[in-house]
Nanobody, 124 residues
Framework: QVQLVESGGGSVQFGGSLRVSCTVS????????TGWFRQTPGKEREGVAF???????RYLGSFQGRFTISQDNSKNIVNLQMDRLAPEDTAMYYC??????????????????WGQGTQVTVSS
């Protein structure tokens, strides 16, 4: 059984940093993609950053430069370091994964596994 468990998140002031982590268990395919989406009430889930099991990364939108995704293969943990946070980054952040490769097209429906989400709140 595949499980994704998020940790981290919380509250921070404008310009601060936070890290959210996702512990992945149960995926047996050696080739898989793990990443982060975020969502605010009334809006669609937005892709943020993704990392393949080979370490290659994909960033959507304008997150690259402020957000950095990484993985600790020995612990099956995927981290999202978020710097220079702004109030518009306030959202529920979800970890997601699927067996396959994150290439040029990334969208929520292709992700089979999801975590429960962790809240990130940035105050001005």
């Amino acid at each position: 059984q595949v499980q994704l468990v998020e940790s981290g998140g919380g509250s921070v002031q404008f310009g601060g940093s936070l890290r959210v982590s996702c512990t992945v268990s149960g995926i047996t395919d050696p080739q898989y993609c793990t990443g982060w989406f975020r969502q605010t009430p009334g809006k669609e889930r937005e892709g943020v950053a993704f990392i393949n099991s080979d370490g290659s990364t994909r960033y959507l939108g304008s997150f690259q430069g402020r957000f950095t995704i990484s993985q600790d293969n020995s612990k099956n943990i995927v981290n999202l370091q978020m710097d220079r946070l702004a109030p518009e980054d306030t959202a529920m952040y979800y970890c997601a994964a699927f067996e396959g490769i994150c290439g040029t097209f990334i969208a929520a429906p292709i992700f089979r596994y999801w975590g429960q989400g962790t809240q990130v709140t940035v105050s001005s």
